[in-house]
């Protein structure tokens, strides 16, 4: 569904990515993992089409990517930038405009759930219901490959379980690969079914969590502790 | 969050075990419908294909059966769930005693000091 | 199309302030001049020539109204890009929502100007109201014509600026995109001076001279001077084609930019 194909990306002669080779098959929840400048969000960005590999291929459901591949591809942003003249509801509405595939019942479902106020303005939204908002606008689209970067960076612990139950509520898994990128691994290593770790641009390491607690008896925080020395 | 994990043991076999102490504790009876795999999933704060795995797991062990198109139960058959009760049991004592020989305790140690425990809690409780 | 109409309603509801500024300065100059007017006597006189002075000025209005409609998305750029849209309808929701804008600006100014003129009593001509009329709908076509022109020039220069912006800091990028601009319209003037030039758009030729002496007459201005001094009075549609084409490729050449170069 997801294949990245010797994939190097240079911001001005600096390695972001270097010779990255990935595939990724739907109905998974898939953790990148790594610290920050890793190239976490370089990756999410190259597959959302909103940056282009300096060399190699990436391709989404057979397509090269650009960013019209929006069409099969839900991003969400770890930037919080939204247009500030729109309330909660308004914001809505304008993505259902935009993307064919936005399930608006859904959500309405995924709002009530987050508890968001239909008419908040954005611009008085606070961090937390802005994190939320997000995750209602990304998972409302029935959509092949929801990308998501960061989702519980800088949230208190109430609304990280929010946003976590909420990926667990409204994910798809019969139809959808969930790519989620993080550097609390903690919050989400139960709902992940597999992790991919990176480091200074190259993946060390694709496992299967259930499998490496199974052969290696390792969790995924542990797995990290002795691979990040 | 509620729950979480041992990290040396798979979830999905964690959450199994969970459910069937929660049988063996009458917290679920026989007949029983669990929870929908998404439901217990948000429950537990798992990933769904894990709760998938884990009641595919206890209905391998006949367990539970899914009944199609209504939800998992709990299965109603005595001797399996006897079965069950033996088969937890054997392996809690086998862990028990594992670790007793781990810290270098012989047999009859282990005999006198259990049964000793046990007659002193009976004392306890009599009181 | 429904998405697309959207985008352009959102487009309009982020380019609300580079909408109202100018029309509030308007207003604002109008009352001004209209003030220091009126102590000459001079009021509507001096609102029609500022009038007409202002309607002149917007055709730079798409450009301004563009410049600060992708300022504000420039920080917003994963969420614009972010769309299954081609780069050339996301451009066009844009270049949509400034023409609308630019035609309401227009109308507002065109009819103080109007008024203006229509209350004027030292105009030392006389102009009948189907001339003005004629002339006000060829000035304002080609104000829009060369309005739209110069959107497209920025929209171009506008993603050479974006690419920059990957490597430089926004003073540097900015800079050469001017020294860019320069060149390129120096390319550009010395092109029209050259003898392809003429050669690609002396064709298709329209004489308007019945029309300016018309005009010119109605004026009760001297026709013979003028044609004297300006030559034959013909265009040539040729010219209008040749920058229709230039338009068209500046605009695809941003929007291609937009799709495979840019980067948010």
Redo the contacts between chains.
């Keep these: 569904m997801i294949e990245l194909n010797q994939v190097t990306k240079k911001?001005?002669g600096k390695v972001a990515l270097r010779d990255v080779d990935l595939q990724l098959t739907k109905?998974?929840?898939v953790g990148l993992v790594g610290p920050n400048g890793s190239g976490k969000s370089t990756t999410l960005?190259l597959i959302?089409g909103?940056?282009?590999p300096t060399k190699g291929h990436i391709t989404v459901n057979g397509v090269e990517v650009?960013?019209?591949?929006?069409?099969q591809v839900s991003?969400l942003?770890e930037?919080d930038?939204?247009?500030g003249?729109?309330n909660v509801g308004q914001t809505i509405d304008?993505y259902a405009?935009?993307?064919?595939d936005f399930n608006k019942e859904k959500a309405e479902e995924i709002r009530a759930f987050m508890k968001l106020d239909p008419n908040a303005k954005l611009k008085h939204l606070s961090k937390g219901n802005r994190g939320r908002l997000k995750i209602v606008l990304t998972l409302a689209r029935e959509v092949p490959v929801i990308l998501m970067d960061e989702p519980l960076s800088g949230l208190d612990p109430m609304v990280r379980?929010s946003i976590?139950?909420g990926l667990?509520?409204y994910?798809d898994?019969e139809n959808q690969v969930v790519l989620i990128t993080t550097h609390e691994i903690k919050?989400i290593e139960?709902?992940?079914?597999e992790f991919i770790a990176i480091k200074d641009g190259e993946i060390i390491g694709h496992h299967n969590?259930?499998q490496l607690?199974?052969e290696q008896?390792?969790?995924i925080?542990?797995w990290m502790t002795n691979s990040y020395q | 969050m509620t729950d979480t994990f041992q990290s040396s043991s798979p979830i999905y076999s964690q959450l199994a075990d969970r459910i069937n102490r929660k049988i063996l504790r009458g917290e679920l009876q026989p007949g029983d419908k669990l929870p929908s795999v998404r439901e217990m999933a948000i429950q537990s704060n798992v990933n769904p294909n894990t709760v998938q795995r884990t009641y595919r797991e206890l209905e391998g062990m006949n367990i539970v059966e899914t009944k199609r198109g209504q939800g998992t139960f709990v299965t109603e058959n005595q001797e399996i769930l006897t079965e069950m009760r033996e088969r937890l049991k054997e392996e809690e004592i086998s862990q028990f005693v594992k670790g007793m020989y781990d810290m270098g305790y012989a047999d009859e140690e282990i005999e006198v000091g259990l049964n000793k425990f046990l007659q002193e809690k009976k004392g306890d409780s009599e009181q | 199309m429904n998405a697309w109409l959207s985008l352009t309603k959102k487009e309009l509801r982020l380019g609300t302030t580079p909408f109202i500024i100018p029309i509030i300065a308007f207003f604002l100059l109008v009352a001004l001049v209209a003030y220091i007017g009126s102590r000459f006597d001079f009021a509507s006189e001096a609102v029609a020539i500022l009038s007409f002075t202002v309607i002149g000025i917007q055709v730079f209005y798409l450009a301004y109204y563009l410049l600060f409609s992708l300022g504000a998305e420039k920080r917003k750029m994963h969420l614009w890009l972010h769309n299954p849209i081609s780069g050339s309808a996301l451009l066009l929701a844009k270049v949509a929502a400034a023409l609308i804008s630019m035609a309401l600006t227009f109308m507002i100014t065109a009819v103080t100007l109007a008024v203006a003129i229509g209350m004027a009593e030292n105009i030392p001509f006389e102009i009948s109201w189907s001339t003005m009329a004629q002339v006000g709908m060829l000035g304002g076509l080609h104000l829009f014509l060369v309005a739209i022109s110069f959107a497209a020039w920025f929209l171009f220069l506008w993603m050479v600026f974006l690419l920059l912006n990957r490597t430089f800091g926004t003073f540097i990028s900015f800079v050469f995109t001017f020294i860019f601009f320069i060149t390129a319209t120096g390319a550009y003037g010395w092109f029209t001076e050259s003898a392809i030039y003429d050669a690609l758009t002396m064709w298709g030729a329209i004489n308007i001279e019945v029309f300016v002496t018309e005009v010119f007459m109605s004026m009760d201005l001297p026709v013979g001077e003028f044609t004297a001094q300006a030559g034959p009075l013909t265009i040539y549609f040729g010219q209008y084609f040749f920058e229709a084409v230039v338009t068209l490729i500046l605009f695809f050449a941003a929007a291609w930019m937009l799709d495979r170069k840019v980067e948010v």
């Excluded at chain 1, 650009?66 to 069409?71: E, F, G, L, N």
């Excluded at chain 1, 139960?190 to 079914?193: M, P, S, T």
Aim: overall charge negative.
């Design positions: 911001y001005m109905g998974k929840i960005k959302a909103l940056i282009h650009d960013h019209r591949i929006a069409s991003y942003s930037l930038e939204y247009y003249f729109y304008f405009s935009q993307f064919p379980d976590v139950k667990i509520s994910i898994l919050e139960f709902i992940l079914d969590v259930e607690r199974t008896n390792m969790s925080v542990e």
